[in-house]
T-cell receptor
């Protein structure tokens, strides 16, 4: 199983709403990632979790709050977002963050977020 | 610094070969990757190559790496309309123990019937 599953696939929210994006993998990977992708642009790294601990926050605004309840799950809590936050949010996982393996990331299908 | 560059667009006829090129700046990169993204979908890992290799072949895909010139290419043989997508080149910096990959801007491949 090389699948990363993301829910929901589509989300529309107002600027005052609170919502969450969810991601799950059962490959035994110990690193999980959130990326943001605008149309026809490469994905931009937001957060990295390594062994369930936040290891990288790429200066993401606090209206985005990640959470890693266990090694298989990754959430992204959303609150007071702006219309410019509308994008495709991609979750990814890899075996780990270290240099031992080939380091490939496996991506989910993404959650398309629209902020009104 | 770390940078990856790709041409933005490539158009080919169905049945022809496609060659997508990528250059990178980090000479200590350990692995280089090719990802495919179809409209509305996530990124699909197509293949990767370790920096001490110069070629890797997997069915219709051939990856060539020129480490001296820091140039990576992806050749797709017998290109089909289903190959139409955005192709991202990515590198794993040699200094990285963060899992972070550096992505190029992506090449849109258009396959005409």
């Amino acid at each position: 199983d090389t699948e990363v599953t993301q829910t929901p696939k589509h989300l529309v929210m107002g600027m005052t709403n609170k919502k969450s994006l969810k991601c799950e993998q059962h490959m035994g990977h110990r690193a999980m990632y959130w990326y943001k992708q605008k149309a026809k642009k490469p994905p931009e790294l937001m957060f990295v979790y390594s062994y369930e601990k936040l290891s990288i926050n790429e200066s993401v605004p606090s209206r985005f709050s990640p959470e890693c309840p266990n090694s298989s799950l990754l959430n992204l809590h959303l609150h007071a977002l702006q219309p410019e936050d509308s994008a495709l949010y991609l979750c990814a996982s890899s075996q780990d963050v270290g240099g031992a393996g080939s380091g490939e990331l496996f991506f989910g299908e993404g959650s398309r977020l629209t902020v009104l | 610094g770390e940078d990856v560059e790709q041409s933005l667009f490539l158009s080919v006829r169905e049945g022809d070969s496609s060659v997508i090129n990528c250059t990178y700046t980090d000479s200590s990169s350990t692995y280089l990757y090719w990802y495919k993204q179809e409209p509305g979908a996530g990124l699909q890992l197509l293949t990767y190559i370790f920096s001490n290799m110069d070629m890797k072949q997997d069915q219709r895909l051939t990856v060539l790496l020129n480490k001296k010139d820091k140039h990576l290419s992806l050749r797709i043989a017998d290109t089909q309309t289903g190959d139409s997508a955005i192709y991202f080149c990515a590198e794993r910096p040699g200094s990285s123990n963060t899992g972070k990959l550096i992505f190029g801007q992506g090449t849109t491949l258009q396959v005409k019937p």
